[in-house]
């Protein structure tokens, strides 16, 4: 059973526009959730996070929004830039275990 | 230099060889991780370790094990490697702590890209 999912496995959005990446998620027992970015051949680079006790985490252009009720996070990125091109992966930490959706393809459009 | 160091990057191998990968960290921390990334799959738990003493299996561990050999090194062998088992692998390592306000930040290496005839 997939315990965290990426529904949408690419998105494209034009440059300066809002990127908005979903997250799923079945226990309710995480202690938080956080977002990495992956460029090709290199591993994976930490975002941003969230305790599960916030609703709303903001860095710069990153926001990552909590809905413990219907077990959904989502990252926005505004204004999107072509840097941000890149596979984006949820993952959700208990226990001391982290784990991973299966990861959502971002390409800005410049 | 690499906080999360991982050799080899690339290696091909044939269908029964065994295989080891390797991982060392300069971050002084204690949790250390091993992941394998396959397409559409993400990134599924091999093994994990908290410290030298105390290894675990993750979601995915079968034909594969591990050895801490010290708190900065982490190694994962494959005895007997099969096609299914080429991948990206990566090595990560974590200093959460529960209820110290850590982000439970993981550290990732460059991924170690493993290829079985």
């Known amino acids: 059973d997939q315990q965290v999912k990426q529904n949408s496995p690419s998105l494209s959005v034009q440059e300066g526009r809002i990127s908005i990446l979903n997250c799923d998620y079945t226990n309710s027992m995480f202690d938080y959730f956080l977002w990495y970015k992956k460029y090709p051949a290199e591993g994976p680079t930490f975002l941003i996070s969230i305790s599960s006790i916030k609703d709303k985490n903001e860095d710069g252009r990153f926001t990552v929004f909590l809905n413990k009720s219907a077990k959904h996070l989502s990252l926005h990125i505004v204004p999107s830039q072509p840097g941000d091109s890149a596979v984006y992966f949820c993952a959700a930490a208990g226990t001391y275990k982290y784990i991973f959706g299966t990861g959502t393809r971002l390409k800005v459009l410049a | 230099d690499a906080d999360v160091t991982q050799t080899p990057r690339n290696r091909i191998t044939k269908t029964g060889k065994r295989i080891m990968l390797e991982c060392s960290q300069t971050k002084g921390h204690d949790r250390m991780y091993w992941y394998r990334q396959d397409p559409g799959l993400g990134l599924q738990l091999i093994y994990y370790?908290?410290?030298?003493?105390?290894?675990n299996k993750g979601e995915i561990s079968d034909g594969y094990s591990v050895s801490r050999q010290a708190q900065a090194k982490f190694s994962l062998s494959l005895e007997s490697a099969i096609p299914n088992q080429t991948a990206l692998y990566f090595c990560a390592t974590s200093d959460a702590k529960p209820g110290t306000g850590s982000t439970g930040e993981l550290f990732f290496g460059e991924g170690s890209r493993l290829t079985v005839l």
């Open positions: 370790s908290f410290d030298v003493k105390d290894i």
